[in-house]
């Protein structure tokens, strides 16, 4: 049974920084590219980065150069460090490997 849990949401000022983590369980992690998603509050869930099993990172434009998706795959896990935060990048975030999703975690950007 695979397993994704995230944590590290919370509250953040706007320009603040945050780091997501995913811990994943259950699969052979390294084989895998994994996902980072998003759903605002009335809009569709989005795409946000994509870390592939080689380490290539693709980013949506919105994140491109404020995000870093990164895997530690001794540890299973892949991060997203948010910088420059904006309001706008309000959302529960989400990992995916495969097709195996976590809860959830949220993000709010706010003064």
């Known amino acids: 049974q695979v397993q994704l849990v995230e944590s590290g949401g919370g509250l953040v000022q706007p320009g603040g920084s945050l780091r997501l983590s995913c811990v994943v369980s259950g699969s052979t992690f390294g084989d895998n590219a994994l996902y980072w998603y998003r759903r605002a509050p009335g809009k569709e869930r989005e795409q946000v980065a994509i870390?592939?099993?080689?380490?290539?990172?693709i980013y949506t434009d919105s994140v491109r150069g404020r995000f870093t998706i990164s895997r530690d795959n001794a540890k299973n896990t892949v991060y997203l460090q948010m910088n420059s935060l904006k309001p706008e990048d309000t959302a529960v975030y989400y990992c995916r490997e495969l097709e195996f999703w976590g809860q959830g975690t949220q993000v709010t950007v706010s003064s």
């Open positions: 870390i592939t099993s080689r380490g290539t990172a």
